[in-house]
Antibody, heavy 125, light 108 residues
Framework: QITLKESGPSLVKPTQTLTLTCTFSGFSLNTGGVSVGWVRQPPGKALEWLALIYWDDDKRYSPSLKTRLTVTKDTSNKQVFLTLTSVDPLDTATYYC?????????????????WGPGTLVTVSS | SYVLTQPPSVSVAPGKTARLTCGGTNIRSKSVNWYQQKPGQGPVLLIYYDTDRPSGIPERFSGASSGNTATLTISRVAAGDEANYYCQVWDSSSYQVVFGGGTKLTVL
């Protein structure tokens, strides 16, 4: 059974750096074809993809946030980390991590099949 | 960058069929995923690889893709299907995950 859970501060001040942890179980991030993604959702708004980290440590970022985002992993402790620098009230959102599975050979056919419950982060002074 | 367009809202009477669309340039060439998100909950994968359902997802939910439009069809709609629905693809030209803006389904 795959599970993921996000953790981190619920309140962050503007200009500070936000670090979130995704702790997972039921899979290994050493397995080929597996990746973990981060997605956020401002209150009342749509899902927004932030970052991906692959089993081979390849990383992808949303172009609009690329300069502020860093994703890393600790495979042995089954954790993935997301860092967002210079936060602003517009970064207030529920942040989700999700397991991403490849459904065909050749790539470009992955989907987020398991999601964490999300963690609400408020940016306010 | 690649853009997915969804109508903000769709309404349907109980027992009827709802068709939710997701528009994107030549979307048929991409693998489309659909997620359901109920109020206060995280997203749930409904359809992957255009048409496939994960285990546990009812057959009432089906997906299709043609030309520039992907469609999620919900048959025999029930009150419990009220939710926001998001389409999503991988844009291999820019190495991005792309979500649509979501459609709120209202059961009348």
């Amino acid at each position: 059974q795959i599970t993921l859970k996000e953790s981190g501060p619920s309140l962050v001040k503007p200009t500070q750096t936000l670090t979130l942890t995704c702790t997972f179980s039921g899979f290994s991030l050493n397995t080929g074809g597996v990746s973990v993604g981060w997605v956020r959702q401002p209150p009342g708004k749509a899902l927004e993809w932030l970052a991906l980290i692959y089993w081979d440590d390849d990383k992808r970022y949303s172009p609009s946030l690329k300069t502020r985002l860093t994703v890393t992993k600790d495979t042995s402790n089954k954790q993935v980390f997301l860092t967002l620098t210079s936060v602003d009230p517009l970064d207030t959102a529920t942040y989700y991590c999700a397991h991403r599975r490849e459904y065909c050979s050749g790539g470009a056919c992955e989907a987020f099949d398991f999601w964490g419950p999300g963690t609400l982060v408020t940016v306010s002074s | 960058s690649y853009v997915l367009t969804q109508p903000p809202s769709v309404s349907v009477a109980p027992g009827k069929t709802a068709r939710l669309t997701c528009g994107g340039t030549n979307i048929r060439s991409k693998s489309v995923n659909w997620y359901q998100q109920k109020p206060g909950q995280g997203p749930v994968l409904l359809i992957y690889y255009d048409t496939d359902r994960p285990s546990g997802i009812p057959e009432r939910f089906s997906g299709a893709s043609s030309g520039n439009t992907a469609t999620l069809t919900i048959s025999r709609v029930a009150a419990g299907d009220e939710a926001n629905y998001y389409c999503q693809v991988w844009d291999s030209s820019s190495y991005q995950v792309v979500f649509g803006g979501g459609t709120k389904l209202t059961v009348l």
